[in-house]
């Protein structure tokens, strides 16, 4: 069973912080990795993808990948109230298939 | 800027009823997908359509469920006889090249009573 870990919180943040999100998986074969967001009740909503090790960075937003160490990771800066939501880390394998995480809460407090 | 888009928003439906949650992909896409998402659960992929064909389905996607593309547009999932345990979120989502990004529908929530 290929499988996607991440923690799901609550992670707690005071606004202006850095909110530091995890995730492994197990399938080594994964070749895109992807983040994103849901709200409650709504559909995921890209923020990131990364397909090769390092770091990639868009706007407030850092995506880290390690294959070796099958970990992906994203940092927000300066996190907002806006950013509470539920953060899904999700692997691509065969045909675009995603396999997604449990999902990590972000609650961002003023 | 193009969308996946979903009809209906909201289905409720009695157990042993068939449904259809439809889909319009974004229009030059070629891969097509459905998810589901029990509610407080994760994200759990299906099935993968290309080149109007199944590519990929997941033992979930069992004899209950069926996918068509009867048109150049819509993008169909089919439970012949739903269960209380289909009951769920469904999206559907698209992308140009397997390589890419999927983008997702705005689901369809699915209650089987």
């Known amino acids: 069973q290929k499988e996607v870990e991440q923690n799901s919180g609550p992670l707690s943040v005071p606004e202006g912080a850095i909110a530091s999100l995890n995730c492994t998986y197990s399938?080594?074969?994964?070749?895109?990795f992807f983040w994103y967001r849901q709200y409650s009740g709504k559909s995921p909503e890209l923020i990131m993808f990364?397909?090769?090790?390092g770091d990639k960075e868009d706007g407030r937003f850092t995506a880290q990948l390690n294959k070796a160490s099958q970990y992906v990771s994203l940092l927000i800066r300066d996190s907002q109230p806006s950013d509470s939501a539920t953060y899904l880390c999700?692997?691509?394998?065969?045909?675009?298939?995603?396999?997604f995480g449990q999902g990590t809460i972000l609650t961002v407090h003023p | 800027e193009p969308e996946v888009t979903q009809t209906p928003s909201h289905q409720v439906t009695q157990m042993g009823q068939e449904v259809i949650l439809r889909c319009v992909p974004i229009?030059?896409?070629?891969?097509f997908y459905w998810y589901r998402q029990i509610l407080g659960q994760k994200v759990e992929f299906l099935v993968s359509?290309?080149?109007?064909?199944?590519?990929?389905k997941s033992e979930i996607f069992d004899d209950q469920f069926s996918v068509e593309r009867p048109d150049g547009s819509n993008f169909t999932l089919k439970i012949r006889s739903t269960k209380l345990e289909d009951s769920a979120m469904y999206f559907c989502?698209?992308?140009?090249?397997?390589?890419?990004?999927?983008?997702f529908g705005p689901g369809t929530r699915l209650l089987v009573l």
């Open positions: 999700a692997v691509s394998t065969s045909y675009g298939k995603l396999t």
């Open positions: 399938d080594r074969g994964s070749q895109s």
């Open positions: 990364i397909y090769s090790n």
């Open positions: 229009s030059n896409h070629l891969y």
């Open positions: 359509f290309y080149n109007n064909e199944i590519s990929e």
């Open positions: 989502a698209s992308i140009i090249d397997r390589a890419k990004t999927q983008y």
